[in-house]
């Protein structure tokens, strides 16, 4: 054997065997989504105290569920979807060329799955009437699709987190569409998003030769890789791991952050660290800021977002909207307004721009100078890192 074949070997096996992991990790995620939405819409048609809990089963669900990370209210909700949408994935549940071992109640209660979606239909108005997913499934898909992908297409080639976004189509043709395109273009999430923001399905509708379109859009499309599913949120929250657990030190804006937290710290002037990548829910996606701290002696937050990246209007609204939301969801009256810190870095330069643009009260603009951390410092700050990076 040749050196070359021998690292060939290595390379090809570490892949296939990295592959397969992340199949399973996803595949096992997928069908507990599934199996938490069969539960919660067997209890709200069947359950004996169901009328005890009303419209409050979620909220109580979420509460007494709140030691499982990545289960929330919202998630809840959406696992109910995804049973009501999908579901024919009972057909892949029950199969025998899978490997889950179930027991037979379970498994009689999976296999019932399209009774209870017609039963679902049906029920809207009278089994739980102000449930906002039965009203949304009663009117916008009451049927199931004929057209639908094959179950195991589905499990074995789409993560979760596309599956998440599929949930957000009401039209089933439209829904498959998607489907199909993902599945036959092996996209990553992002690019799904893309091409429905994109709107590829209305696009292709009015094309003339949409074989043509299809070609064009997967001729630039982001491909998914095994690495995309394993460092999904939705992956980290079901394996226990935060998301930082996953990323190597060596990582440039790891690196950036790490330090950046000391030198805020360390400057002093009241700086008090209350999280890192806090997770804040805008609509129905998931954000991150970098650092929030909050300032005792300006009595406010102050959200610090990095990006290893040129300036652009995009981060600087971004920032805006993390301030925004801190002013809608968690300052309280006697807080001060909200200050965000963009720092935007490459090779040859270094920007800081502070998000000060919902700041109506001049004299509190004035003190914040004092008290924050100068433009200059800032800037020195990342020019320093990246010299430190580039040595």
């Not at 938490?36 to 105290?49: A, K, M, P, T």
Request: glycine share 4%.
């Amino acid at each position: 054997m040749k050196f070359d074949v021998l690292i060939h070997s290595i390379e090809q096996t570490h892949n296939y065997f990295q592959k397969q992991a992340s199949k399973a990790i996803n595949v096992s995620l997928t069908l507990r989504n599934w199996l938490i939405g069969c539960y919660i819409v067997e209890f709200e048609l069947h359950g004996e105290d169901r009328a005890v809990y009303g419209q409050k089963l979620f909220d109580e669900l979420a509460l007494r569920l709140k030691g499982i990370k990545g289960i929330d209210r919202r998630s809840l909700y959406r696992f109910k979807d995804f049973y009501i949408m999908y579901p024919h994935i009972a057909q892949y549940i029950g199969s025998s060329n899978n490997a889950l071992d179930l027991p037979e109640s379970l498994l009689s209660l999976i296999m019932g799955a399209e009774t209870l979606q017609f039963q679902i239909t049906q029920n809207v108005g009278s089994a739980t009437p102000q449930s906002e997913t039965l009203q949304k499934v009663g009117t916008a898909s009451p049927q199931l699709n004929e057209f639908q992908v094959p179950a195991e297409k589905i499990i074995l080639n789409l993560s979760y987190s596309h599956i998440e976004l599929l949930l957000g189509i009401d039209d089933a043709l439209k829904r498959t569409f998607y489907e199909i395109a993902c599945i036959n273009g092996t996209w990553s999430v992002k690019e799904l998003k893309r091409q429905i923001n994109s709107l590829y399905y209305e696009r292709s509708g009015m094309s003339a030769k949409p074989e043509m379109l299809s070609a064009i859009a997967n001729q630039n499309a982001e491909i998914a890789g095994p690495v995309d599913i394993v460092k999904s949120l939705y992956a980290f929250e079901f394996l226990g791991l935060q998301a930082k657990d996953a990323v190597e030190e060596s990582d440039l804006e790891t690196a950036l952050l790490n330090h950046l937290q000391e030198f805020m710290l360390e400057m002093g002037h009241g700086f008090c660290l209350e999280a890192r990548q806090k997770k804040i829910l805008i609509g129905d996606e998931y954000f991150f800021i970098d650092l929030v701290f909050y300032h005792r002696i300006l009595k406010c937050h102050v959200l610090v977002d990095l990006k290893v990246e040129d300036f652009n209007h995009h981060n600087i609204g971004q920032l805006n909207a993390y301030v925004n939301y801190y002013k809608t969801k968690v300052m309280l009256p006697d807080d001060n307004p909200t200050v965000g810190i963009l720092l935007v870095t490459n090779k040859n330069s270094a920007l800081v721009e502070f998000a000060t643009a919902s700041i109506d009260n001049q004299l509190f603009v004035s003190k914040y100078l004092l008290e924050l951390p100068k433009k200059e410092q800032l800037q020195n700050f990342i020019q320093n890192e990246l010299l430190k990076w580039n040595k």
